[in-house]
């Protein structure tokens, strides 16, 4: 009997790929009843239907790992639960070497595997041949075996999703498509359709390449893009069976899977071929693009190469179909900053097959709880601001990003397509001092001061890269005169109003009712007492705060701000492009700041967190006695169009004391050194104060805050995980990057969240967190023998709770 279509639902889920099914299948699952999903085609019509299918498990971040292993254990157990086959075969996956780089970084893979509970092996040559003997091996320096890697049937996973939510009350409706989004004072309603409208509590745009068209009818930012990604499948090859692994050859960009007898080889080729500029095609149902050899080129090389037998193999199909891109290869997930109650979940950047089961679930946690259950930064909708929606940003962006996939993850990479965008008032004089830029959330900021436009450049290894020397100085010159860094993409927020106080108190872990002209450190936690962020708050007056936060955190730390505000008498406004932020750091800040100013800068005048209008030359700014370098220091706020004027007066006056440019690598490796956290490394969702060694910005005795009941819980017990830092000295020491695997005594014990070398204390210095088991974190315990595995080699390292560097922060106070 045909179902009647509703004019109501709880939540509307829009796309009957992969994820909108998985999506519906874990909300009808969990109990919600009203699940309405709709297909402007047939399931699967989109992307889904033509993917390769590999499951492959391993990925950078933990959680991200943790999704696809999720989906493996589903998609072994949904037969059985809905009787609709999913094609799962554990046949494990073979990864091969051509250079010694990509050994090192194998080595390095196998013991971030082993950190995060994965099991992987590294193996030789001729192991590798035996698992896959029509491959070509001469040319190889080893191998790398995920044995819990498998491939699927796409289309029959998500027949069996779409079952099971079937199965649990949900209903589907294909050849409907939603044309509007409805929507009532910032929160989504319902959707309308080609049968019709439907009311909705939550809509949930999970339409592939069409999300950001969808997002587009809400006012949601869903930047993703459209690329061409091809495979080829050949006829029966002697030697091919159905438990060969999936091969990955990625320095040749391809991977292989056993299809049929045959082979199917696809790849993510170096630069990639946008696809549908002018937007999707009416009717692209089942839809594939034309054949491209010329672009498939330098895949087929490389396939040849490895697989000798292609030479003569029938190619029985060429496909090429495209998918979602995004600005940096994650995906998006979660519920839109612009639009309450319209959650997202596209552009899964070839891997939404192998995500599909875990990013199902996380988003339909993450709908009925509110707020995620675990941290999915990386993939988090508001690391985005709108400039990221831009289409010619997009396309440029896209070109490079799919063949990231292959490329080496080197430490520091860079993207370098659609930049430089966003420049601070200062961009141009550092670029004629040599500064090398980095990017992020579309900011150019110096990483390091070459002494030549000819050196300012990242020659990208695993060990030393070239502007170690260059960065080395600008650490000392902080550390024994001054230096000056631009910091202008630091994210800047007033929260004004007469309840401001009131809401500040109540959104941060720290007591912010403080006297004007005060700063506080303080952490902004959600209801489990874990980080949602870290900020600065600077009373500026009564009702009036500034709240200095990471450049990252602009979209999401405004969206946490503005979902507490309630009935609040207070407004959040982002004045980021209004002032320039630059520091003046190290211990002859105050004789450098004193030759530019009248007001005082002695302790008594001018304490450490005192935050005062002073003049500096001409210019009038904001002084704010805070580092995050562990030395005598202040951050000027600087209205924007004054900053070139105040870095002059700066640089001129403090060529006397020594001053020079200092940039972000510096910085790194000066805040490991104090043990300083930074957002979304050391301080995420998943961990709280207790853990983070940060109890002493928690005040209790100030009143409620959220989390406060999640902390005095926390507090009552030794927390089970413990952020150490890590000091590495002996001379011949490799360098770390982070992500490396922690051992105490022998055993796995956590991941090094970040490391660089510290110059002051000669060696590596890292932050990481361990697990104790419960056990008080005392000396005893942390006498043990700790190490460090970087690729392949365990550094004996010293661990400590407390700062590497002045961990009295005399130096800062001073
Ligand atoms: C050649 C190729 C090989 C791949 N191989 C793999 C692999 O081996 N492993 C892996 O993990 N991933 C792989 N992928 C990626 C994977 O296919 C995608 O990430 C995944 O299918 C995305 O699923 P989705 O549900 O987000 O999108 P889709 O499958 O595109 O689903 C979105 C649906 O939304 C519908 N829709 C859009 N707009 C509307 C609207 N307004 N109203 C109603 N419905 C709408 C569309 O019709 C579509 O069916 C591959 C992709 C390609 C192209």
């Known amino acids: 009997m045909a179902q009647s279509f509703p004019d109501s639902a709880r939540a509307v889920v829009i796309g009957g790929g992969v994820i909108g099914c998985s999506v519906a299948f874990h909300l009808a699952k969990h109990g919600w009843r009203d699940v309405v999903l709709l297909e402007q085609g047939r399931l699967t019509c989109g992307t889904t239907w033509h993917a390769a299918g590999l499951v492959g498990q391993l990925r950078a971040h933990q959680n991200m790992t943790r999704l696809v292993q999720y989906s493996a254990s589903l998609y072994q157990s949904l037969e059985a639960e809905t009787g609709q086959a999913t094609g799962w075969k554990q046949c494990g996956s073979i990864l091969v070497a051509r250079t010694p780089e990509r050994m ?70 294909e050849q409907t498509r939603v044309t509007a989004i409805q929507q009532k004072d910032g929160v989504a309603t319902g959707v309308s359709t080609t049968r ?98 010329d672009q498939f080129q330098v895949l087929m090389e490389n396939a040849l190469i490895r697989l000798p037998a292609l030479e003569t193999a029938e190619i029985k199909t060429f496909m090429n179909g495209p998918e979602s891109f995004t600005p940096d290869n994650n995906f998006i997930m979660g519920e839109a900053p612009e639009l309450k109650n319209f959650f997202v979940a596209a552009g899964f950047n070839s891997i939404g097959i192998a995500s599909g089961g875990g990013a199902g679930r996380a988003l339909a946690e993450w709908i009925m709880q509110g707020e995620p259950t675990l941290d999915l930064w990386p993939v988090d909708i508001r690391r985005f601001a709108r400039f990221h929606d831009n289409d010619r940003f997009l396309k440029e962006r896209v070109s490079e990003v799919l063949g990231l996939h292959y490329m080496m993850p080197w430490p520091n990479r860079e993207l370098q397509s659609a930049r430089p ?200 700014v904001l002084a704010s006695r805070r580092t995050y370098v562990g030395e005598l220091g202040w951050e000027l706020y600087v209205p924007t169009e004054y900053a070139g004027a105040v870095y002059d007066a700066l640089m001129e006056t403090g060529a006397e004391l020594g001053a020079r440019n200092a940039g972000y690598y ?36 100030k009143g409620d805050f959220i989390g406060r009941d999640a902390l005095v819980a926390a507090r009552a017990k030794p927390p089970t995980r413990r952020l150490l830092s890590f000091v590495a000295t002996s001379p011949d020491t490799p360098i770390a990057h982070g992500g490396e695997l922690i051992l105490r005594d022998g055993a796995p014990a956590g991941e090094i969240t970040s490391a660089a070398y510290g110059h002051t204390v000669g060696g590596i210095v890292a932050l990481g967190f361990v697990t104790t088991g419960g056990a008080r974190a005392d000396d005893a315990w942390l006498a043990a023998r700790f190490e460090i595995d970087i690729a392949g080699e365990r550094v004996p390292v010293r661990a400590s709770l407390k700062a590497p560097y002045d961990p009295a922060g005399s130096r800062m106070k001073g």
Not at 154 to 168: F, M, S
Not at 213 to 242: K, N, Q, W
Not at 673 to 701: C, H, I, M, Q
């Open 666 to 701: 510096a910085v790194e490796s000066l805040r490991l050194e104090k043990g300083f956290r930074a957002w979304g490394r050391e301080l995420t969702p998943d961990y709280n104060p207790y853990e983070a060694g940060l109890s002493f910005a928690v005040k209790f005795d």
């Open 196 to 293: 019709g409208d439907v009311r909705a509590e939550v809509v949930i745009n999970c339409a592939g390449q069409w999300a950001k068209a969808v997002g587009r009818l809400a006012g949601v930012t869903v930047p993703l893009h459209s690329a061409e990604h091809m495979y080829i499948v050949t006829g029966r090859i002697d030697g091919v069976h159905p438990d060969l692994p999936v091969l990955r050859d990625p320095d040749g960009y391809i991977y292989v899977k056993e299809e049929v007898g045959g082979l199917l080889m696809g790849g993510f080729e170096p630069v990639a071929k946008p696809w549908a500029m002018d937007g999707i095609p009416e009717n692209f149902e089942f839809g594939m693009l034309p054949d491209d050899w």
């Open 104 to 173: 090192t970084l194998f080595r390095r893979i196998h013991a971030a595997a082993r950190a995060q509970g994965v099991a992987c092996e590294i193996i030789s040559i001729g192991e590798a041949a035996r698992k896959y003997p029509v491959m070509r091996t001469e040319d190889l320096l080893g191998a790398l075996w995920l044995p819990d890697d498998a491939k699927v049937n796409p289309a029959d996973v998500t027949q069996a999703l779409a079952k099971g939510a079937r199965q649990n009350g949900a209903r589907i409706f």
């Open 421 to 620: 965008l966003r420049r601070s008032p200062l961009y141009d004089r550092l670029d004629a001092q040599h500064g090398l830029f980095g990017s992020k959330m579309g900011f150019e900021r110096p990483n390091f001061f070459a002494p030549s436009k000819a050196e300012a450049r990242i020659d990208y290894s695993w060990g030393r890269q070239n502007w170690f020397p260059h960065a080395a100085a600008e650490h000392k010159a902080t550390r024994e005169a001054v230096t000056i860094t631009d910091l202008t993409s630091f994210v800047k927020f007033f929260v004004q109003g007469r309840d401001a106080e009131g809401l500040l108190q109540r959104l941060c872990a720290n007591d912010v009712a403080v006297p004007v002209g005060s700063t506080v450190y303080t952490g902004l936690l959600n209801a489990r007492g874990t980080y949602e962020s870290d900020l600065t708050v600077a009373r500026l007056a009564a009702d009036r705060f500034l709240l200095v936060t990471g450049t990252a955190q602009a979209t999401r730390d405004a969206d946490w701000i503005r979902r507490n505000i309630g009935a609040a008498n207070a407004t959040l406004t982002d004045i980021t492009s209004a002032y320039a932020v630059i520091a003046v750091m190290g211990p002859r800040a105050r004789d450098l700041l004193a030759l530019l100013t009248r007001a005082p800068l002695d302790n008594a005048a001018f304490p450490f967190g005192a935050i005062r209008e002073i003049g500096i030359a001409h210019a009038t």
